[in-house]
């Protein structure tokens, strides 16, 4: 299986470094403009290579299973958030290079007198900043994820566009119709991208509703939806994995938020478990959500789930990170599994432990050890506190740590501290594994 998907990522990676080089390497056939001096063909060479960079961010955020079934969703997030900035430093250094060599082209006289193709290239660059500055500092400017989300889209669009018509406008190397036919194609390419996710994919989701029948409070400010396929059979997830919930409108909507399934994969009917802490404008309302209330779900996604050969289950959850083991834990319970399994859980304190009852019932089900980490214990509390780390692991797991497999979800910080942790006692990084859900 392993093979398999290290075999399917290799793939991709080269399908990726295709569609970027190829149409820079297509510019050099065919006719051939006049030479120009160094920095005025590495200044051209940057802005065609950028440009494609930025059309395939489309294709990274399609949410194409297939794709992104080799490292899971939250690494081709994170890949697209990192490349889109190197992306965006290349589109920015065409001009600033060009400006350099000819500063006369920022001469009022100039700047009038300058081609259309000129003025969509300002525009595709001031799309391009404020896509930047919306994206790294969204927060600090106070904008609500949704309304961030509706301009970001709109932003790409008008930045890869723009672009394209300054590059096709200014000709320069795209004197052979082939070649403007090749980029314009190129250019359909990705807005069909946009369209397959905000059109075709919705309409599929359409048919495949599903009804909220049961909300569940849970510990620590937390609430599980229960939802059930609405005249389908519903899908097949592995335990670990998550999905996109719409809710409180259709699956057109521009914003869908993603969540860890909660419930075990083996359940029969279809019927999926999200559970949500409130942690802010949308998960807030969890808990008001009506019984009877249509969802969309799209899904499942995720790499983050068991299957590899292990003599024992490690799960360290942080938090709400406890969604995903639960599933696991559930699933393991009811396929019968008799591996060990032992749960790191790091919480506040006694009274915020999400499915704290449930776990202590499962342990007659499973060979299922819990150790709670309290950063604040009660008095008298004579277990584990403060945060996870090495000498806990030793504490409660039998070595060698290299036979066990890892699973790690919580805060960042956490997590970092945990692979930390694992490095110094020699646990290889193919031994385990981190989901870390920030698409924003």
């Given at each position: 299986?392993?093979?398999r998907y290290?075999?399917?990522?290799?793939?991709?990676?080269?399908v990726?470094l295709?569609?970027?080089?190829?149409?820079?390497?297509?510019?050099?056939?065919?006719?051939?403009?006049?030479?120009?001096?160094?920095?005025?063909?590495?200044?051209?060479?940057?802005?065609?290579?950028?440009?494609?960079m930025?059309?395939?961010?489309?294709?990274l955020?399609?949410?194409?299973?297939?794709?992104?079934?080799?490292?899971?969703?939250d690494?081709?997030?994170?890949?697209h958030?990192?490349?889109?900035?190197?992306?965006?430093?290349?589109?920015?250094?065409?001009?600033?290079?060009?400006?350099a060599?000819?500063?006369?082209?920022?001469?009022?006289?100039?700047m009038?007198?300058a081609?259309?193709?000129?003025?969509?290239?300002?525009?595709?660059i001031?799309?391009?900043?404020?896509?930047?500055?919306?994206?790294?500092?969204?927060?600090?400017?106070?904008i609500?994820?949704?309304?961030?989300?509706?301009?970001?889209?709109?932003?790409?669009?008008?930045?890869?566009?723009?672009?394209i018509?300054?590059?096709?406008?200014?000709?320069f190397?795209?004197?052979?119709?082939?070649k403007r036919?090749?980029?314009?194609?190129?250019?359909?390419?990705?807005?069909?991208?946009?369209?397959?996710?905000?059109?075709?994919?919705?309409?599929?989701m359409?048919?495949?509703?599903?009804?909220?029948?049961?909300?569940?409070?849970?510990?620590?400010?937390?609430?599980?939806?229960?939802?059930q396929p609405?005249g389908?059979?519903?899908?097949?997830?592995?335990?670990?994995?998550?999905?996109?919930?719409?809710?409180?409108?259709?699956?057109?909507?521009?914003?869908?938020h993603?969540?860890?399934?909660?419930?075990?994969?083996?359940?029969?009917?279809g019927?999926?478990?999200?559970?949500?802490?409130?942690?802010?404008?949308?998960?807030?309302?969890?808990?008001?959500?009506?019984?009877g209330?249509r969802?969309?779900?799209?899904?499942?996604?995720?790499?983050?789930?068991?299957?590899?050969?292990?003599?024992?289950?490690?799960?360290?959850?942080?938090?709400?990170?406890?969604?995903?083991?639960?599933?696991?834990?559930?699933?393991?319970?009811?396929?019968?599994?008799?591996?060990?399994?032992?749960?790191y859980?790091?919480?506040?304190?006694?009274?915020?432990?999400?499915?704290?009852?449930e776990l202590?019932?499962?342990?007659?089900?499973?060979?299922l050890?819990?150790?709670?980490?309290l950063?604040?214990?009660?008095?008298?509390?004579?277990?584990?506190?403060?945060?996870?780390?090495?000498?806990?692991?030793?504490?409660?797991?039998?070595?060698?740590?290299?036979?066990?497999?890892?699973?790690?979800?919580?805060?960042?910080?956490?997590?970092?501290?945990?692979?930390?942790s694992?490095?110094?006692?020699?646990?290889?990084?193919?031994?385990?594994?981190?989901?870390?859900?920030?698409?924003?």
């Amino acid at each position: 299986m392993q093979l398999r998907y290290n075999l399917r990522g290799a793939v991709w990676i080269l399908v990726y470094l295709l569609f970027i080089l190829a149409p820079l390497f297509a510019l050099l056939a065919g006719s051939h403009p006049p030479t120009r001096d160094f920095w005025t063909e590495l200044s051209a060479a940057l802005g065609y290579t950028g440009l494609a960079m930025m059309g395939l961010q489309f294709g990274l955020t399609a949410r194409f299973r297939y794709v992104t079934e080799p490292w899971g969703e939250d690494v081709i997030y994170h890949f697209h958030r990192q490349i889109s900035l190197i992306a965006v430093a290349l589109v920015m250094t065409h001009p600033v290079i060009l400006v350099a060599v000819k500063p006369e082209l920022l001469a009022p006289s100039n700047m009038l007198d300058a081609p259309l193709s000129a003025y969509f290239a300002f525009l595709s660059i001031f799309s391009v900043i404020a896509l930047v500055v919306t994206a790294l500092w969204r927060a600090a400017l106070r904008i609500k994820y949704e309304a961030w989300h509706l301009t970001h889209i709109m932003l790409a669009v008008v930045a890869v566009t723009a672009g394209i018509v300054h590059m096709v406008g200014s000709s320069f190397y795209l004197v052979d119709p082939w070649k403007r036919t090749l980029w314009i194609g190129l250019t359909i390419f990705w807005i069909g991208l946009l369209l397959y996710v905000r059109i075709a994919k919705p309409l599929f989701m359409l048919r495949r509703p599903y009804r909220v029948t049961e909300v569940r409070r849970e510990r620590g400010d937390t609430s599980t939806l229960v939802m059930q396929p609405d005249g389908h059979p519903g899908f097949r997830f592995s335990p670990g994995q998550f999905g996109w919930l719409t809710l409180w409108g259709s699956p057109f909507k521009i914003t869908a938020h993603p969540f860890s399934f909660s419930s075990s994969a083996a359940a029969a009917d279809g019927r999926v478990e999200m559970t949500i802490r409130g942690l802010g404008d949308f998960t807030n309302e969890i808990h008001k959500v009506p019984v009877g209330q249509r969802v969309y779900l799209d899904g499942p996604y995720g790499a983050f789930t068991i299957g590899n050969p292990a003599d024992m289950h490690v799960l360290i959850a942080g938090g709400i990170g406890v969604t995903p083991m639960m599933s696991m834990i559930r699933t393991l319970a009811d396929q019968g599994d008799k591996r060990p399994v032992v749960l790191y859980y790091g919480v506040q304190d006694w009274d915020s432990i999400t499915f704290r009852e449930e776990l202590e019932a499962l342990k007659a089900r499973l060979n299922l050890t819990i150790v709670y980490v309290l950063a604040k214990p009660p008095a008298g509390w004579t277990g584990e506190q403060g945060f996870i780390n090495a000498e806990m692991f030793k504490r409660h797991l039998l070595p060698p740590y290299a036979d066990h497999e890892y699973f790690i979800c919580g805060p960042n910080v956490m997590m970092d501290a945990i692979e930390k942790s694992l490095g110094e006692m020699n646990v290889p990084i193919s031994k385990y594994h981190s989901e870390r859900y920030s698409f924003a």
